[in-house]
């Protein structure tokens, strides 16, 4: 709403400022800026003239006196008070006024409020989460995940038609590293004999591989202790590879279809997969459909040998398929390996034809880490080339990396904050902080509220930076109640919610009262105001620059202005009856617009805390 009086302004003293100029024999000046003055006291819009300076051979001061006075004199469809702050001509809006048919625009859009027609009709397909199937979802996929489920909510706020999917990475030597290591080390033994989570039993295995492999190296070692450090890197190098030739065989014979591979893959496949699914459950993680990659590389060799007969790509000397990259400044690329065997890119050519032809996208957003800038810059060059127009309209939202206070995670390794560890300690931290102040009665089920104080803490935390930054996570920074973090933010809702039950005690004393923003006078009051009106905007900006932190930003800003107000100013209590509605109705158009927020972030809302 706040955009749509500013534009409304920018025409009218654009108009003017033509007009002006046209007397002056000046038929072509360009567009007006538009910005925002550094003080409230110097207004709510401000139009610098400085660049019109030259072209009427006056000072911007005198340009912009000069309008103002214009202005002055004709009967405008806008209001506001015109101010001069030397080039710049400011308007100091009549906020009473825009609270009033505000109010009714939030009463009437209600859980709509904030949402847009700017991406109807277009179809987008975004993909996120991509686990692979030999161990849990850790913190790094908790940030995709996160962003993915933002960015859609986003989409889907301002008009578009929004398909998420998962790609499910069920195939490859990584795969094959853990069933060989469970063919080798496990005895048997099952998730349901272990009590384990399908997805964490299977990573036990991945760690176990990493180990086997690291005992290989150093037994390589160990057998030529007179070796040089070039030489030991040499031995390090054919140890692993040494290690890695039974994955590989694996990883044939899977391809071949062999009954006993098959067999083994098929149920540890199933066991992560359970696992994940539980995962997503608890994290309100949702698709509308799930591709595997064993059923999307089969296309894949499709379109290599697609491209093999256009003449795009190339057979080399080794007998694998390339690319050359050098017209978009890269060296060569494999798309298939000498033996035949599929690579990720030849997976992820097979999948993006297969995804429009299942569902003819006008984009395809990939929310995968930054790691992976040289892949998907190949990937849309090899979609160009191979004559798929859509290929343009391929985008990658990469992500920085999540990193822990003491450092980087690691798989191979086993030093990941596991996804569902994580989520049950927040849990326990916000549990703990209820029962500390007492609260377990206020809040009825202590562990749904913990959790759900858990989640707005994980999704915020991971949200607030924006997507290209990397991040540091600090859980117990995460679920505090004080502070930008998502249980401060839940907790302003909550005692919004709180007040408004109070009220509902007591309106019947107010009825026949009507709403009067003109009554709204405070800085605060104000600001809420334009805050309010400047949210369908945000939803707007932060849509299209698929940015979560755009909206997390905006929530900051909203909760700790009417902190203060709730803090200075008595609302139940106004020295007026008609002040005290104007109050109560500004409150609830600020939670309105706190649990649309929440909404888009996947910060659950508490009317108790």
């Known amino acids: 709403m706040l955009e749509e009086i500013k534009n409304s302004w920018k025409e009218v003293v654009e108009n003017e400022l033509k007009a002006y100029a046209g007397e002056k024999g000046v038929t072509e000046i360009a567009p007006l800026q538009v910005g925002t003055p550094p003080k409230a006291e110097l207004g709510d819009i401000a139009f610098p003239l400085f660049q019109y300076s030259k072209a009427l051979r006056m000072a911007p001061a005198q340009i912009a006196s000069d309008i103002k006075s214009r202005l002055e004199n004709k009967e405008l469809d806008v209001s506001g008070e015109l101010l001069l702050a030397g080039p710049y001509l400011n308007v100091k809006l009549v906020l009473g006024s825009i609270a009033n048919s505000l109010r009714e625009r939030v009463e009437k859009e209600g859980d709509r409020y904030g949402h847009n027609d700017s991406l109807k009709d277009k179809k987008v397909m975004i993909e996120f989460s991509c686990p692979n199937t030999n161990k849990p979802l850790h913190l790094g996929h908790m940030r995709n995940d996160s962003l993915g489920m933002s960015v859609a909510n986003l989409l889907l706020a301002n008009g578009a038609d929004v398909k998420r999917v998962n790609l499910i990475n069920n195939r490859g030597v990584h795969i094959c590293k853990s069933m060989w290591a469970y063919k080798m080390f496990g005895n048997g033994e099952t998730p349901e004999s272990t009590g384990e989570k399908g997805d964490h039993f299977v990573g036990r295995y991945y760690v176990r591989y990493a180990q086997f492999e690291k005992e290989c190296i150093e037994k390589a070692l160990l057998a030529h202790p007179e070796a040089t450090d070039q030489e030991k890197e040499r031995i390090k190098e054919e140890a692993a590879q040494k290690a ?29 997969l359970d696992g994940l699914a539980t995962s997503y459950e608890n994290m309100g993680i949702k698709f509308e459909k799930y591709y595997y990659e064993s059923d999307t590389y089969k296309f894949g060799k499709d379109q290599v040998y697609k491209g093999l007969d256009m003449g795009v790509f190339y057979k080399a000397e080794d007998g694998s398929v390339q690319i050359d990259l050098a017209p978009i400044g890269l060296d060569k690329k494999v798309l298939l390996r000498k033996d035949g065997t599929s690579i990720y890119m030849t997976q992820d050519l097979g999948t993006a034809v297969n995804r429009h032809s299942d569902w003819p996208f006008d984009s395809l957003i990939y929310v995968v880490a930054s790691e992976q800038q040289y892949h998907f810059k190949v990937l849309f060059y090899c979609l160009k080339m191979l004559g798929y127009k859509w290929a343009d309209e391929l985008y990658h939202l990469s992500y920085g990396m999540v990193n822990l206070p003491n450092g980087r995670m690691k798989s191979r390794e086993g030093t990941v904050v596991d996804a569902d560890d994580l989520l049950e300690n927040l849990s326990e931290l916000a549990k703990e902080e209820i029962i500390a102040k007492q609260r377990e009665e206020q809040v ?166």
């Open 244 to 272: 890695n030739e039974e994955p590989q065989k694996m990883l044939l014979k899977w391809e071949q279809n062999d009954p006993e591979v098959m067999s083994l893959w098929k149920k540890m496949n199933q066991w992560t």
């Open 444 to 609: 009825g089920n202590v562990d749904q509220t913990s959790r759900k104080i858990a989640l707005g803490a994980l999704n915020y935390y991971l949200l607030q930076v924006s997507p290209a930054k990397d991040m540091i996570f600090n859980p117990e920074e995460s679920i505090s109640f004080n502070g930008n973090t998502g249980p401060y933010l839940q907790y302003m809702g909550a005692r919004i919610s709180s007040m408004m039950m109070k009220y509902e005690e007591i309106k019947g004393e107010y009825e026949g009262i009507k709403f009067d923003g003109t009554l709204l006078k405070e800085e605060d009051e104000k600001t809420l105001i334009k805050l309010i009106a400047a949210f369908p905007e945000t939803v707007r900006r932060a849509g299209s620059s698929y940015d979560p932190s755009v909206i997390c930003a905006f929530l900051y800003e909203l909760s700790k202005t009417f902190s203060h107000y709730y803090h200075d100013n008595q609302i139940l209590k106004a020295e007026k009856p008609e002040l005290v509605v104007a109050r109560v109705e500004l409150s609830r158009m600020v939670l309105t617009v706190l649990k649309n927020a929440y909404a888009l972030v996947g910060i659950p809302f508490l009317a108790s805390m």
